[in-house]
Structure formats: structure tokens, C-alpha cells
């Protein structure tokens, strides 16, 4: 993997400062994915800078908008989590908040599962199911390049605490989805990122449940 220098600094631009132990782990989760990939094909990428860029800083980029939105103890499904991401960083980060990875793939469910067991996070289980038939109450509600905005929020709506959020990782704002979005649902911040590193147009699109 790439160096912890590299690791810290990139953090570091994205407002979030790593301890040893949480820059360990996330080196050592981008070696799993590597580890993994040559069998099980988790992720497209094979390189570990492309893993360092496009996978752990992409992910901590969401970390001080979520502290900064849910600065308390939560439960939170990621949905479509493929090999983790968002969740796993953040069951890394955050040890305040219980992160279920969920994935219709069991070998990516899976990996998660091992994940937990080699890195220690009690906060962090990998569940191998569809959206629509999970039960369960949630927080929060993320997914990276899951699905469009509207099919994320109807598969999901029916898992999302009253009070909850979503969270959404986009590339370039979803303008065309955001106008299909249903009038359930309350779009309340769409907020570009910029991760070190990554030539590419980032955004997470904040929403939740209009009130009655």
C-alpha cells in the first residue's frame, strides 16, 4: 500500500485528522481489497495508489460532513457496499456508529464480514440480502454509485428512521435524477467534494423524509 504519509496528508486536506490506530486500519483494509481482488474481483482497480485515491480518501471525504450532520451515535446501512465503501471507513472512523454493509453479492458480503474480524470493529458487519426485502430501522442510509437518486430512496425508504438521512456519493450533480426525485423525499444539501489526488467531479447528496 501507499505510504501513511500520503494517507494522513490526503486526509489532511479533507479536514480529518487520522490517529495511528485509524491509519493503520485503513492501510491495512486497502491491502484486503488487494488481497482479495486477484480472487474474488471486489473492485476494478488492481494498483494500490488507485486504491489509496479512489477508494480510502474518495470514502474519508464524507467523514467531516457526517460528523458534521450526525455528530452522535447512529446505526447506518450502506447499500450496494461492494467491497465496503463508504462503510467500512466509516465503521473506522466512527466507533460511535454501528455500519451494516449490504450487498446482493454473498462473496462481497463476505468480504466485509472478514474485514470486522481481521481489523477488530465490533461496529462493523458485512449482511448479504436485497434492499427492498431487508428489515430494520436506520439512521443513516448511504450508497456510492449504487443506483439513480430515485431508485435509492424507494428501496430504501422503508428502512430509514423518521428522523433519519441519507447520504448519497455522486460523481457530477445528479441534475437530471434530482428532478425525478419523488416529493416524499426532501433533498436538503447537495455538497461537491474535492478529494486529493482524484481528477474527478464528487458530490454527496444530502435527503430526507418530508415531514406530514
Not at 50 to 68: C, E, F, G, N, Q
Not at 70 to 85: F, N, Q, T
Not at 104 to 111: G, T
Not at 140 to 146: D, G, N, V
Request: proline share 4%; charged share 20%.
Amino acid at each position: 500500500m501507499s505510504s501513511e504519509r500520503e494517507l494522513h496528508a490526503g486526509a489532511a486536506a479533507l479536514g480529518v485528522n487520522l490517529d495511528d490506530r485509524q491509519c493503520e486500519r485503513l492501510l491495512a483494509y486497502g491491502e484486503l481489497i488487494l488481497k482479495w481482488n486477484k480472487v474474488y474481483n471486489l473492485t476494478a482497480l488492481r494498483d494500490p495508489a488507485s486504491v489509496l485515491t479512489h477508494h480510502l480518501l474518495d470514502s474519508l471525504s464524507i467523514i467531516a460532513p457526517l460528523a458534521r450532520e450526525w455528530p452522535g451515535r447512529a446505526a447506518l446501512l450502506d447499500v450496494g457496499a461492494g467491497a465496503g465503501l463508504p462503510g467500512v471507513v466509516i465503521a473506522i472512523m466512527r466507533d460511535d456508529i454501528a455500519v451494516t454493509c449490504l450487498d446482493a453479492v454473498a462473496k462481497k458480503a463476505a468480504f466485509v464480514q472478514q474485514v470486522s474480524a481481521e481489523l477488530g470493529l465490533p461496529n462493523l458487519r458485512g449482511v448479504h440480502s436485497r434492499v427492498e426485502s431487508l428489515a430494520g430501522t436506520f439512521d443513516l442510509i448511504s450508497s456510492r454509485a449504487f443506483a439513480s437518486l430515485p431508485d435509492f430512496f424507494a428501496g430504501s425508504k422503508h428502512l430509514l428512521a423518521p428522523s433519519g438521512r441519507w447520504l448519497a456519493m455522486k460523481g457530477k450533480v445528479p441534475s437530471g435524477e434530482l428532478a425525478l426525485v419523488s416529493h416524499e423525499i426532501q433533498v436538503f444539501h447537495v455538497e461537491q467534494l474535492r478529494v486529493p489526488g482524484l481528477e474527478a467531479d464528487r458530490c454527496i447528496v444530502w435527503a430526507r423524509k418530508q415531514a406530514d
